[in-house]
């Protein structure tokens, strides 16, 4: 990736995509080129995660024949959110103004980008390809996974007080300020629950998040890495994040009455 060569997309500067991948032979070459055809200005970081199926292959063939991709090899599954934080970092190293996050899978559409990229110009700090607002849909999925992904979202809006409704969603566009303002270097969570982290952290400092429509559809090929113990660190995470604001609220109210009393 030459830095200084590459395009600047309009009113954005310049914009890169973090694909993570695991076993995505399949879709790799088709998303990307999917992604090529939509958005020519913006740029690529696949992040793999050694993937025993050759995707790591797939990824270096694609960066020969396109300088507007790039790949980082990491040599074991550490999960989705240790592969974000990884691929954020090097694109925050390389400079770009805006940071994406989309599956390779096909389940987020290239060709819906552009609706996220005009909220990002209409002055978000993150914007969320969302599944669960007004105009967002799913296709083929069964009815089991969308009531985990809804029972999710209210559990994270119960808890958290996060008010958006897609909050697990991994649609996604950060400017540069963002990343940098939410402290990423402090972000732990490694699996799923990064994306609940990042969106609570973005809110919390006082940033803008919007959510834009969306049509997510399930893969067609390979298999999905949704698993119970993702489910479960979720739901113990996101537990956990209450209970200690939750814990946090009633210490300052307890000062305040305190300091009140004197
Ligand atoms: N680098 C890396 N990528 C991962 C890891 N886990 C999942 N991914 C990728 O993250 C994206 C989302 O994973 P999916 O398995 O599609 O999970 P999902 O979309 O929540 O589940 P489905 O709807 O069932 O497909 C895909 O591009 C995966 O290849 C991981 O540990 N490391
Ligand atoms: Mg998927």
């Given at each position: 990736?030459?830095e200084a060569?590459?395009?600047?997309?309009?009113?954005?500067?310049?914009?890169v995509?973090?694909?993570p991948?695991y076993?995505?032979v399949?879709?790799?070459?088709w998303?990307?080129?999917?992604?090529?055809?939509?958005?020519p200005?913006?740029?690529?970081?696949?992040?793999?995660?050694?993937?025993?199926?050759?995707?790591?292959?797939?990824?270096?063939?694609?960066?020969?024949?396109?300088?507007?991709?790039?790949?980082?090899?990491?040599?074991?599954?550490?999960?989705?959110?240790?592969?974000?934080?990884?691929?954020?970092?090097?694109?925050?190293?390389?400079?770009?103004?805006?940071?994406?996050?989309?599956d390779?899978?096909?389940?987020?559409?290239?060709?819906?980008?552009?609706?996220l990229?005009?909220?990002?110009?209409?002055?978000?700090?993150?914007?969320?390809?969302?599944?669960?607002?007004?105009g967002?849909?799913?296709?083929?999925?069964?009815?089991?996974?969308?009531?985990?992904?809804?029972?999710?979202?209210?559990?994270?809006?119960?808890?958290?007080?996060?008010?958006?409704?897609?909050?697990?969603?991994?649609?996604?566009?950060?400017?540069?300020?963002?990343?940098?303002?939410?402290?990423?270097?402090?972000?732990?969570?490694?699996?799923?629950?990064?994306?609940t982290?990042?969106?609570?952290?973005?809110?919390a400092?006082?940033?803008?998040?919007?959510?834009?429509?969306?049509?997510?559809?399930?893969?067609?090929?390979?298999d999905?890495?949704?698993?119970?113990?993702?489910?479960?660190?979720?739901?113990?995470?996101?537990?956990?994040?209450?209970?200690?604001?939750?814990?946090?609220?009633?210490?300052?109210?307890?000062?305040?009455?305190?300091?009140?009393?004197?």
């Amino acid at each position: 990736m030459n830095e200084a060569a590459r395009p600047h997309v309009d009113g954005l500067g310049r914009i890169v995509v973090v694909l993570p991948t695991y076993n995505e032979v399949d879709n790799l070459a088709w998303i990307v080129g999917r992604l090529r055809a939509a958005q020519p200005g913006i740029d690529i970081l696949v992040v793999d995660d050694g993937s025993p199926d050759g995707t790591g292959a797939v990824a270096d063939e694609l960066a020969a024949a396109d300088p507007a991709v790039r790949v980082v090899h990491r040599t074991v599954k550490a999960g989705l959110g240790a592969a974000y934080k990884h691929g954020f970092r090097v694109a925050l190293d390389a400079g770009y103004d805006v940071i994406g996050e989309m599956d390779a899978d096909g389940s987020h559409q290239p060709e819906q980008l552009g609706a996220l990229l005009d909220a990002l110009r209409d002055g978000a700090d993150l914007v969320i390809g969302s599944r669960w607002v007004p105009g967002g849909s799913v296709v083929n999925w069964p009815l089991r996974r969308e009531l985990l992904s809804r029972g999710g979202n209210l559990y994270v809006r119960l808890l958290l007080g996060v008010k958006v409704r897609d909050a697990t969603a991994g649609f996604r566009l950060f400017r540069r300020t963002t990343l940098e303002k939410i402290h990423l270097e402090s972000v732990e969570s490694t699996g799923y629950v990064f994306q609940t982290d990042m969106v609570t952290r973005t809110l919390a400092a006082g940033l803008t998040v919007r959510e834009v429509p969306i049509e997510f559809v399930e893969r067609v090929r390979g298999d999905s890495k949704m698993s119970g113990s993702v489910a479960t660190e979720s739901l113990k995470l996101v537990t956990v994040w209450g209970l200690r604001q939750r814990a946090e609220q009633v210490r300052r109210s307890l000062r305040r009455t305190g300091g009140a009393g004197r």
